[in-house]
């Protein structure tokens, strides 16, 4: 106690200061980011055809780590895997980023929207997610947690594909999809009804 009488106020300030940004960078480098996924391996048994929209299991992305986080959902690949790669835009992620308090979860839905002229085989990739970029100290940001899917593109002309697709957005987006349809219908009808048939109504007296 001796010798904090002989340190002026603003000595002791400074050094009060100099403890508290010491100890709030302690804090920040020991905060701990953590992802992790309740999912195994995605496995499609039927084959996927051209020009299809198929919705994915969904995936729980949990947030294993001690401090609120922002993730984000992705594809990667593996070099050394024979298989072929759908490529990233193939996918849709709802939602595509999303943050988890600690201890907690979010589901997140996954459509595959398969291009009409795909190649037909077997493809691999993985679905991933983790942090996105922070520019918070002692956090790091390179870890991801992923699983494996697996699926094989049959084979099918231009206008099978065409088909598939209109096929998959009626299913998908049903009964509004059949509404648009039998309006759309109704008033092509009506059109060429009023083209090519005339009524002359008169009133005799």
């Known amino acids: 106690m001796k010798f ?20 709030s960078s302690t804090i920040k480098v020991s905060a701990k980011v953590g992802v992790g996924m309740a999912a195994g391996e995605i ?26 986080t922002t993730y984000g ?11 072929l790669r759908p490529r990233k835009d ?14 907690e979860s ?15 085989g077997d493809y691999f990739a993985f679905i991933e997610s983790g942090p996105v970029g922070t520019d918070k100290p002692g956090t790091t940001v390179g870890i991801a947690v992923a699983t494996k899917l ?7 002309n231009i206008w099978q594909a065409v088909m598939h697709r209109a096929s998959a957005f009626f299913r998908i987006n049903s009964p509004w999809s059949w509404i648009g349809l039998g309006v759309a219908l ?16 008169g009133v005799r007296k």
């Open 43 to 68: 496995r499609l048994t039927e084959l996927i055809k051209p020009g299809g929209i198929y919705s994915l299991p969904s995936l729980r992305i949990f947030n294993t780590g001690d401090e609120t």
């Open 90 to 103: 193939w996918f849709v992620f709802s939602p595509s980023t999303f943050t988890i308090q600690p201890g």
């Open 186 to 201: 109704f008033a092509t009808a009506v059109f060429l009804f009023r083209k090519f048939f005339s009524f002359n109504i």
């Open 106 to 120: 979010q589901e997140v839905l996954v459509t595959m929207i398969v291009p009409v002229k795909a190649e037909q």
């Open 150 to 156: 697996f699926f094989t593109v049959a084979p099918a």
């Open 4 to 23: 904090f009488k002989h340190i002026s106020p603003g000595v002791l300030f400074v050094l009060a200061l100099f403890a508290m940004l010491f100890f």
């Open 73 to 83: 959902m992705g594809v990667a690949y593996h070099q050394e895997n024979p298989q």
